[in-house]
């Protein structure tokens, strides 16, 4: 089983719609990163978060550190947000980051 | 302010060869961690940096190697290239240890 696993796997949308992308974690961590990634591959941190909430545009990311699981919403969806969003966590003391398999979003217009 | 910077972007090599990909962190940020990206394992830890010192190592063979260089510059070392190192290698800074992590582009290998 991963230390960190994303669902849905694959999601695809209407334009306007809100989303919900989830991430389960099995192990003790420092902080959760929420990344973006676009065809090309380059990788842009959206969040990071120890705790609660944050808010950036459309873009709201949450954590439940008890209950191991973020969540990232993206509300007025548009079809430039179609990317590839991953979840990774620092684990524990450590400074290196672990990985979801990341999920494959596709806003249509 | 730039951000990191990844070099070369694209680069081809034979199996038996050898490459040393570049990435230069944003001004200020001390920690270089450096990651595989393949479609079948997807995003790997490979190695981190901080103070020209190797910190983490992940579960990769002994031909990956890298350093850091005062100015906090990374370099990492593939030797004997093989076919599957065949993907995208990224690096990420942050200012401190386990801080924020700001990616460069990545570096394409191909391994032929």
């Known amino acids: 089983k991963n230390e960190v696993e994303q669902s849905p796997q694959n999601l695809t949308a209407q334009e306007g719609e809100f989303i919900t992308i989830n991430c389960s974690y099995s192990?003790?961590?420092?902080?959760l990163h929420w990344l973006q990634q676009h065809p090309g591959g380059g990788i842009v941190s959206l969040f990071m978060?120890?705790?609660g909430k944050k808010k950036h545009g459309r873009l709201i990311a949450t954590i439940n550190i008890q209950e191991k699981h973020s969540s990232l919403h993206i509300t007025a969806s548009h079809p430039r947000d179609s990317a590839v969003y991953i979840c990774?966590?620092?684990?524990?003391?450590?400074?290196?980051?672990?990985f979801g398999k990341g999920i494959t979003l596709s806003v249509r217009p | 302010k730039a951000g990191v910077t990844q070099t070369p972007r694209y680069l081809i090599k034979t199996r038996g060869q050898q490459v040393t990909l570049s990435c230069s962190p944003i001004?200020?940020?001390?920690?270089v961690s450096w990651y595989q990206q393949t479609p079948g394992q997807g995003l790997q830890f490979l190695f981190e940096?901080?103070?020209?010192?190797?910190?983490n190592k992940g579960n990769f063979p002994g031909r990956f190697s890298g350093r850091q260089f005062s100015n906090s510059r990374s370099e990492m070392n593939v030797s004997t290239l093989e076919l599957g190192d065949s993907a995208l290698y990224l690096c990420?800074?942050?200012?401190?240890?386990?801080?924020?992590?700001?990616f460069g582009q990545g570096t394409r290998l191909t391994v032929v």
């Open positions: 192990v003790g961590i420092s902080a």
């Open positions: 001004s200020g940020h001390r920690s």
């Open positions: 990774a966590v620092y684990t524990g003391a450590n400074s290196k980051l672990t």
């Open positions: 978060l120890s705790s």
């Open positions: 940096y901080f103070s020209e010192t190797q910190r």
């Open positions: 990420a800074s942050s200012l401190a240890r386990g801080g924020d992590a700001f």
